[in-house]
């Protein structure tokens, strides 16, 4: 038997987590990160909204977890911590990224100040209720393909991995909503999962931006590359690399998003096919293995949904790394996070930089 400090977040992925951490006999300590963030908290919206995490239902969701399955509960404060997550999120949009909090908040917050919060209790491990797995100190992709959280957890350290415990990474969605229901968890086996980001409960990032940066939104204009002028904008924070939608240029032939150039609010727009790089060059890398001081020949993940393309990733001396895709890549956008794989295995990952084009 271990002690385990689980992070409860309300919903069905940590509760089910919590049941198979007792079912294995462990001491478990249940632990609700508050981040002042509270997106839908009224009872009529809980159970037919997709929702983020941080409501004051889910805390009351986790605390009544804990209590059905008799196991110690904390709520601590880290809304101080998380308002440096929403300042990353805002501050990247302004200078023409595409943020990725979730990554984020799993580096600085989840695995950072969780695992510092379980070593205080003494815990022999940390858990929660993402979709991985760790099989001998390395991390590996979860079961359940479409559930796969992996992409996001390539941030951790490598020393806190032997401490991590992802009790869900082994099963599908509906076999973990099934223990929730045989553990009558009343609810929350059948709560939604959470596919917002938690401090945009609107769906429009736009609305966070511009309250936590105000008059960081700069007019400018819709171009293609020779300059061509198409329309305007009331702020490059309205865009991502690969956008179609929303350009509101008229008519003609389809255009996307292939740039945004802060220095001079410019939204660069052009043909679909403009958008295939050859590679990218990424920053902040995180290995979970030694460090390659040779081409390394992998699988490169440039965004949750893609599938990932056969690549060659080169360490660079700064901590960086270059990639070079086998096959031409669409939309790799700055400021997303990179992971790269050998099969079900992580190797790393980092922050995109910029994209290769190919050679004409």
Not at 196 to 222: K, L, M, Q, W, Y
Not at 264 to 271: I, Q, R
Not at 331 to 340: D, E, K
């Amino acid at each position: 038997m271990a002690r385990v400090v689980l992070a409860m977040s309300g919903g069905v992925d940590s509760s089910a987590s919590a049941v198979l951490l007792k079912k294995q006999g462990h001491e478990v300590i249940g632990l609700f990160m508050r981040t002042g963030t509270h997106g839908h908290d009224q009872p009529d919206e809980r159970r037919d909204s997709k929702k983020g995490c941080c409501s004051a239902i889910d805390a009351g969701d986790a605390r009544r977890v804990a209590d059905k399955l008799d196991i110690p509960f904390y709520a601590l404060d880290f809304e101080s911590e998380f308002n440096r997550i929403i300042d990353y999120f805002a501050d990247e949009y302004v200078r023409g990224r595409t943020p990725n909090p979730c990554v984020v908040c799993n580096n600085w917050l989840k695995f950072g100040q969780l695992w510092t919060f379980g070593q205080k209790l003494g815990a022999d491990f940390i858990a929660t209720g993402h979709y991985a797995q760790v099989r001998n100190g390395e991390l590996h992709k979860g079961v359940d393909a479409d559930k796969d959280q992996s992409y996001v957890l390539h941030g951790i350290k490598r020393e806190v991995l032997p401490h991590l415990l992802f009790p869900v990474g082994g099963y599908t969605k509906p076999q973990i909503r099934q223990f929730a229901r045989e553990a009558s968890l009343v609810g929350v086996a059948e709560k939604p999962d959470s596919v917002e980001i938690c401090f945009v409960p609107s769906g429009n990032h736009t609305d966070v931006v511009r309250t936590r940066r105000p008059g960081a939104a700069t007019a400018g204009v819709i171009a293609e590359r020779d300059g061509t002028v198409l329309g305007e904008h009331d702020g490059i924070d309205r865009y991502t690399i690969g956008q179609r939608k929303g350009l509101n240029i008229g008519g003609g032939k389809k255009r996307f998003v292939l740039e945004l150039l802060p220095e001079t609010n410019t939204v660069v727009v052009g043909d679909e096919s403009d958008l295939l790089s050859s590679g990218l060059v990424a920053s902040g890398m995180n290995w979970l293995i030694d460090p390659p001081t040779e081409p390394l020949t992998c699988v490169a993940k440039i965004r949750y949904r893609h599938a990932g393309v056969p690549a060659t990733v080169t360490a660079l001396p700064n901590g960086g790394a270059e990639v070079a895709f086998d096959a031409p890549q669409a939309a790799v956008t700055p400021g997303q996070a990179l992971a790269l794989y050998n099969g079900t295995r992580v190797l790393g990952g980092g922050w995109i930089e910029s994209a290769t084009k190919p050679a004409q």
